[in-house]
């Protein structure tokens, strides 16, 4: 089992020199019994929130009073201490309306969402595990706290957590606490959007994240119905051998866990239901799906106050998913032109993943992308221009050459495009006598 980190022993000694219980709590607990890094650490402990305060002094911020918290400043971080207590009634399917303190561990583990997530560790390595999460994570099982009807219906957003804890940690749903997932997920038109969208990305890294996906499309369907259509669309097409949902989620899988690349994976082809038609031969076509997907994710995206930078990138991709990249140096630096080197990357990923998902007997576009791949590894050892900052002229060259105001800007993107197309060499001279010419 992993050690407890110095700065948090401090506290927890501090906390218990002074007369008081402490214990790590939540997620640390469980990450380090499943053999992983925790990324924060958090202590409960038995004293009031004024007891706290008064055992870190100037060393203590009262972050949290109302809920019991205090943030204690430490050389390594900031940590959270919060004080034992029971909820009361959560009137908005979110947060309760109070809360009371209480001198019981037992207790303040009982109102936890789930059993993982509900045990505590203490300074001397004892584990303190009510519900049965360390059994619960030796089988691969993630269930809630008492009934899980009312642990959602307290918070629905455990219930977009209980995705993301089975896509990042490889549980299985439980049965009852899945059907109670279900049967409570309307309860999340009443979340905020925000809190959705952090979920969602977290989501999105977990390996098992396709297959969460695949079992609940009905939750995933309240804050986005439009992925809804996609289930069990058959696409009546030699290339594919799923539903548009399942080519989708297996493209999703098939690429580095980046969020938004898993996003657009799983959005890239979201407007083929509104744009599927059948030929005589009865074989079914969706042209102008990419462009209807983005349209449609772009809202998607925006409903979830997904930040502008992560949107755009999405959009991009989804754009150019579709769109032939010549395997050429002259259309590989046109690609880098528009989208630089690190989303052309993602786009290639992207791409090959798109391919993978389709029939196996169609995958043969694997081969293509390794010689776009092979070309762009090339241009990028030879330090190939594809940007103005790569050009061999400046904006103040050009005005040393008598040009003014936006034609300096004019020049400067033709020239590029010469050099990226083949045209001009990226040579000073050279490009300093075209622009004369011309």
């Known amino acids: ?115 993982v997530n509900a045990m505590a560790l203490g300074l001397g390595g004892e584990l303190r595990d009510p519900f049965g999460g360390r059994r619960d994570l030796e089988q691969g099982v993630l269930r809630c706290v008492g009934d899980p009807d009312r642990r959602f219906q307290e918070d629905a957003l455990r219930i977009l957590r209980g995705m993301r804890f089975a896509a990042v940690l490889g549980l299985e749903l439980q049965c009852e606490t899945a059907a109670a997932m279900e049967k409570n997920r309307a309860l999340l038109g009443e979340i905020a959007p925000e809190r959705i969208q952090i979920e969602l990305v977290k989501l999105f890294r977990g390996a098992w994240a396709g297959r969460v996906l695949e079992a609940h499309p009905g939750i995933v369907g309240v804050f986005w119905p439009e992925v809804l259509p996609m289930v069990d669309f058959d696409q009546r097409n030699v290339h594919h051998c799923c539903d548009v949902w399942r080519h989708s989620l297996a493209a999703m899988m098939a690429v580095p866990p980046a969020p938004e690349l898993r996003c657009a994976a799983l959005l890239h082809d979201i407007g083929k239901p509104d744009t599927f038609t059948l030929d005589g031969d009865g074989v079914g076509h969706f042209y102008g799906h990419a462009k209807v997907s983005g349209r449609m994710a772009e809202g998607m995206l925006r409903r979830l106050r997904f930040p502008n930078e992560f949107r755009e990138r999405v959009l991009r991709l989804i754009a150019w998913h579709d769109r032939d ?73 050009l005005l040393a050459l008598g040009l003014r105001g936006p034609a300096v800007g004019r020049a400067l993107e033709t020239l590029l495009n010469k050099v990226v197309d083949g045209e001009l060499p990226n040579e000073r001279e050279a490009l300093l006598e075209f622009v004369t010419k011309s």
């Open 1 to 115: 089992m992993a050690a407890i980190p110095g700065n948090v022993r401090e506290i927890l000694k501090t906390l218990e020199a002074a007369g008081y219980e402490a214990w790590c709590v939540g997620g640390c607990v469980r990450d380090i019994l499943s053999g992983r890094t925790p990324e924060d650490w958090d202590v409960t402990t038995s004293a009031l929130p004024e007891e706290v305060l008064a055992a870190f002094g100037a060393g203590a911020l009262p972050t949290g009073l109302k809920h019991g918290t205090v943030t204690v400043r430490t050389a390594a971080g900031a940590v959270e201490v919060t004080t034992y207590r029971v909820d009361g009634d959560y009137r908005d399917h979110r947060h309760p309306e109070n809360v009371t303190f209480t001198r019981s561990l037992e207790e303040d583990l009982a109102r936890r969402d789930f059993t």
């Open 325 to 397: 990249i010549p395997r050429t140096d002259k259309g590989v630096r046109r690609a880098l032109r528009l989208l630089g080197e690190e989303e052309l990357r993602l786009l290639l990923a992207l791409k090959r993943a798109d391919n993978l998902a389709q029939a196996p007997a169609y995958r043969g576009r694997q081969l293509e992308i390794d010689k776009g791949e092979a070309i762009l590894e090339r241009l990028l050892a030879e330090d190939a221009c594809f940007s103005l900052k790569q050009l061999a002229v400046k904006g103040n060259d």
